[in-house]
């Protein structure tokens, strides 16, 4: 995918895949083919309003792929954590990130940085696999009010639970349903 000139293609969407709204009541939207996650600080209440904040992209104007620390592949769902983190679920089209990316506060500048991932070893690393620390073309994360982790592996017929968010890039999984192990799928 290459990057967009229209003018108004920060407020399209292409293949929204999930919808957030926070306790605080911003509006969170994964847009899974611009691979990015737009955030409203408010739920808008005209039509066509533009997002205040991108993240997985450096502006509103690109929608390129990639598996650093600042981009994404097609996120499909986003979640927050009681203390505020928040958490992108980014499999890739094919699964070639594989990863959950977490930023130790909701972004308030485009294209910020996650501060860890999980599902991979560091940033700019791709692949997939099915370990405690690997993930295949996950599609769901959410948290409990305790702070759990949970994050659905669509490719591997699993889901992980973590029993807190990691704060360490490749942590592994404290728990599977689904499977009897780690490497069963």
């Known amino acids: 995918t290459e990057t967009k000139n229209a003018l108004n293609f920060h407020t399209e969407l292409n293949e929204p895949s999930g919808v957030f709204v926070s306790p605080d009541g911003k509006l969170f939207i994964t847009d899974f083919g611009n691979n990015r996650v737009l955030i409203y600080n408010t739920v808008p209440t005209i039509n066509g309003a533009?997002?205040?904040v991108v993240i997985g992209q450096l502006n509103m104007y690109s929608n390129l792929s990639g598996n650093a620390a600042n981009q994404m592949s097609a996120p499909?769902?986003?979640a927050l954590?009681?203390?505020?983190k928040l958490i992108v679920n980014d499999p890739g089209i094919s699964g070639e990130n594989s990863r959950?990316?977490?930023f130790n506060s909701v972004p308030t500048e485009n294209g910020a940085s996650a501060d860890v991932v999980i599902g991979q070893?560091?940033?700019?690393?791709g692949g997939s696999g099915?370990?405690?620390t690997k993930m295949y073309y996950q599609f769901g994360v959410t948290v409990s009010p305790s702070g759990e982790?949970?994050?659905?592996?669509?490719?591997n017929n699993r889901v992980l639970i973590y029993n807190k968010i990691p704060d360490t890039n490749g942590a592994p999984a404290d728990y599977v349903l689904g499977q009897?192990?780690?490497t069963s799928n």
């Open 130 to 132: 099915c370990s405690q």
């Open 100 to 102: 959950v990316l977490i």
């Open 121 to 125: 070893s560091d940033f700019g690393v």
């Open 76 to 78: 499909t769902f986003v």
């Open 81 to 84: 954590s009681p203390d505020g």
């Open 180 to 182: 009897p192990d780690f």
């Open 149 to 155: 982790l949970a994050v659905g592996s669509f490719g």
């Open 50 to 52: 533009k997002a205040d």
